[in-house]
């Protein structure tokens, strides 16, 4: 396998990692849902938490766009 | 079959100087104009509009004046319960930063292509968005330094750390610390190229669908053309959360150097 395919591949692997920043993403957004109708007057004071572990997840799933992005351009 | 056509996803990212000012320099150092600075003048051409627009004060606001009340608003309530009230005296700064960046990502996602006028998103760029955490991150560190002088430190050590865990604690505290200007400025540049590039490539399946004749283009070409309207809806939710992230974690980043922990 020469280099360029190899570099090719692993920014292909590299796309595992923003399907499970996925997962991370969902996770966040049910377990706030789940605990928002349970207790909705307590919903409202807790979305800064939401997007502070929401952007946590989000920021894994981007980094790996970012290692395929450098395999491929660089 | 006619030649291929090749969509070059990241053409759109190309930063070209305008009006002539090539040769424009600096101290050795090129500072064409280029369409990047274009488009922040831009930016901050619109959100300078839109705010002189509110400033009336009116005691029964019109619908202008309350556009831009809702938004102080917002930041003033988002500093409140992130920075308390210490945090008054920042929000000229947050809402500076939150409606910059807002304003950007939109204009970047206007259909403005239509008219033969294409936009360029400079927060799909680390330059741009690297210099915005920077400041946060700079920002942090003198109010931190000027408040608690070195008593600052123990932003590193959490309360009630055993003594023999306290060097592992400051490190690994440090090294999060140290990578938040980075991970700021990356989510935003990152967040927002990813979508362009993602528009761009599914608007190259419905064109080389297209061109391939009727059989593709009902196959291929007309489903992604339905997802590419689903992503432009789902890229300007993507515009408004990512300023709001950075806003808020500013405002994160900002309660630790007022407050400790």
């Known amino acids: 396998m020469d280099a360029e395919a190899a570099k090719l591949l692993g920014a292909g692997l590299a796309a595992i990692g923003a399907g499970l920043a996925s997962i991370g993403v969902g996770n966040v957004f049910a377990k706030f849902l789940e605990g928002a109708l349970r207790n909705p007057g307590a919903a409202d004071s807790q979305q800064g938490r939401l997007f502070i572990g929401f952007a946590g997840a989000e920021l894994l799933g981007l980094l790996s766009f970012v290692i395929a992005a450098l395999l491929i351009f660089k | ?261």
């Open chain 2, 1 to 261: 079959m006619a030649v291929e056509a090749k969509v070059d996803p990241m053409h759109q990212f190309a930063i070209e100087p305008l009006f002539g000012s090539n040769s424009w320099a600096v101290a050795g150092h090129n500072v064409a104009f280029t369409n990047s600075a274009l488009w922040m003048a831009l930016a901050t051409v619109v959100l300078v509009v839109f705010v002189l627009g509110g400033l009336k004060r009116e005691v029964v606001p019109g619908r202008w004046q309350m556009a831009v009340e809702s938004f102080t608003g917002f930041i003033d309530a988002m500093l409140a319960t992130n920075v308390g009230p210490n945090g008054k005296k920042y929000v000229p700064y947050i809402f500076s930063l939150f409606m910059f960046i807002l304003f950007a990502n939109f204009l970047g996602l206007m259909p403005l292509g239509l008219f033969g006028i294409h936009p360029f998103t400079f927060t799909s760029h680390f330059t741009a968005t690297g210099v915005l955490s920077i400041m946060s991150f700079a920002i942090v560190l003198v109010v931190g330094f000027a408040k608690h002088k070195l008593h600052f430190f123990s932003l590193f050590v959490p309360h009630g750390t055993p003594v023999a865990m306290i060097p592992p604690i400051f490190f690994v505290e440090l090294i999060s610390f140290l990578v938040r200007p980075f991970s700021l400025g990356l989510r935003l540049f990152v967040a927002m190229m990813a979508g362009h590039v993602l528009l761009e490539v599914l608007s190259s399946f419905v064109i080389s669908g297209g061109n391939a004749g009727p059989i593709l283009f009902a196959v291929a070409g007309v489903p992604s053309f339905v997802l590419m309207v689903g992503i432009c809806a789902l890229e300007i939710l993507v515009a408004g959360i990512q300023a709001y992230v950075f806003a808020l974690l500013t405002c994160v980043y900002l309660n630790d150097a007022e407050n400790l922990h």
